[in-house]
């Protein structure tokens, strides 16, 4: 194996990760494990904080989002053991013995801790909460969730725009059938999250089906929960109690995606990503690279705690064609859209995506981002108010890039990166850690 042509230059703020591929040329080889499950670890911690008894958890993401998950709800009375340990366990205070914290609480980058907190929080009566995050968070749309949570009767208040920073009167909620206007998990299970305490149905139906771990989940510590996936419905019957479980959190497709493309486009190739949770809500990214005629197969496919789980192969050389991303797929990859845009490059035709005009408001303007970056590498690239339209098949020249702190925009240009000619920078790389914290040793590891 030769030196890996990567380095990583690390300021007081902020890393540089410069891929430089040898003239030659590389391949990818290996047997690799993502970290767990970003949606799944949230979930865990969350609802181990809101059960009675002991939740232990297998698998946790040591990310920054989960991270900041946890220092949350340990302002509010739940014990959190060591989260490096490799069983971590959460001793629950139970639904609706949440403690008033005594400080704003931070949620960091992290929009699942802030939209599915502000559910739980928003129904614990006489309790004041406040709550903030970073940059980010401060300028995404929070209204998505206050509206249906003040139809439930809540009171909460927001900078102007419904903005984060917000202030939440807790107290008791009544009900609610909301027909949400959007395919959203975060919405979802906000208002699942808030029906918890209420006397009665609280049903939540979706255009299209979003990821649907809160309903598993919640089933799992004891929750009556009804889905009826023809409507695309999910109800909680209040009120629950919840009981500590033991939770095994498998990899993220998520994270495993950017290693699926990586292998793709890189001939040669050939990696083993293992134990993936391969829930169907999630397993948009394998249906668009089998339309995209990637040789990609399922090893070793399982059921573990709940979750359907799989070791996911990926040989690289097979020519990828473009095609269409669009409708019901979008909230099955809704986060896979960027290393898609990567794919789509390789791929010979027009790739278009579209009705996916959700990923302006994500940790960047996802659309914006990955548009001006791969131009920059010398990519053909169309941007449309709901997606992007791309023109495969021109060679990509290594360049400067920014990842504008978004987790899976510094990833998925490190893989574009692989396949360019010359030097590619990538500035602001230490964002990847809010999913994925070894991240570049996972590709120096791999690189051949
Ligand atoms: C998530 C839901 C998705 C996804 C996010 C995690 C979740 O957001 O983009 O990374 O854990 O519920 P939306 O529900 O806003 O689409």
């Avoid at 069983?87 to 802030?114: A, F, H």
Wanted: hydrophobic residues 45%.
């Amino acid at each position: 194996m030769q030196t890996a042509p990567i380095t990583l230059t690390m300021t007081e703020h902020h890393h540089s990760l410069t891929i430089c591929p040898p003239m030659s040329g590389l391949s990818l080889q290996g047997e690799i494990r993502v970290p767990g499950d970003k949606s799944i670890s949230h979930r865990a911690l969350m609802l181990g904080a809101l059960a009675q008894g002991e939740t232990q958890i297998q698998g946790l993401l040591l990310g920054e989002d989960p991270v900041s998950t946890a220092g949350c709800f340990r302002a509010m009375g739940a014990k959190i053991s060591d989260l490096n340990a490799q069983l971590v366990r959460v001793e629950g205070i139970g639904l609706g013995n949440l403690l008033e914290p005594g400080d704003v609480l931070n949620v960091g980058n992290s929009g699942t801790t802030i939209r599915l907190m502000l559910g739980i929080l928003a129904s614990h009566p006489e309790r004041f909460f406040t709550i903030t995050g970073d940059r980010s968070i401060r300028s995404r749309p929070m209204r998505r969730v206050i509206q249906p949570l003040q139809q439930m009767g809540a009171s909460i208040w927001s900078r102007s725009g419904e903005l984060a920073p917000l202030a939440v009167q807790g107290r008791a909620l009544k009900p609610i059938h909301y027909q949400s206007p959007l395919a959203s998990a975060q919405v979802k299970s906000c208002i699942l999250l808030a029906g918890l305490l209420t006397n009665g149905r609280t049903t939540v139906t979706e255009p299209a089906l979003s990821r649907d771990h809160s309903e598993r989940m919640l089933r799992a510590f004891g929750a009556e929960i009804e889905v009826d996936p023809e409507t695309c419905s999910a109800t909680v019957i209040g009120p629950a109690t919840l009981r500590g479980q033991p939770v095994v959190v498998p990899g993220d497709i998520s994270s495993a995606a950017f290693w699926l493309v990586a292998g793709a486009i890189v001939p040669g190739s050939n990696l083993l990503v293992q134990n993936v949770g391969i829930n169907p809500t999630r397993t948009g990214i394998l249906d668009a690279l089998a339309a995209m005629q990637a040789d990609i197969s399922l090893e070793n496919v399982r059921e573990v705690a709940g979750e359907p789980v799989a070791d996911v192969r990926v040989r690289g050389g097979a020519p990828l064609k473009a095609c269409e991303i669009s409708g019901d797929l979008i909230p099955r990859l809704i986060d896979e859209i960027p290393i898609l845009a990567v794919a789509a490059v390789f791929a010979t035709g027009i790739t278009v995506i579209r009705d996916a005009s959700e990923l302006r408001v994500k940790e960047s303007d996802r659309l914006a981002v990955m548009a001006t970056q791969l131009i920059r590498m010398g990519a053909t690239i169309t941007e449309m108010p709901d997606g992007l339209e791309i023109t495969g098949g021109t060679a990509l020249v290594g360049a400067d890039v920014d990842s504008h702190t978004d987790h899976r925009i510094a990833m998925s240009l490190a893989i574009a990166a692989l396949n360019a000619t010359g030097t590619t920078t990538i500035h602001r790389a230490e964002a990847a850690a809010v999913s994925y914290p070894n991240f570049t040793e996972t590709l120096q590891q791999i690189i051949v």
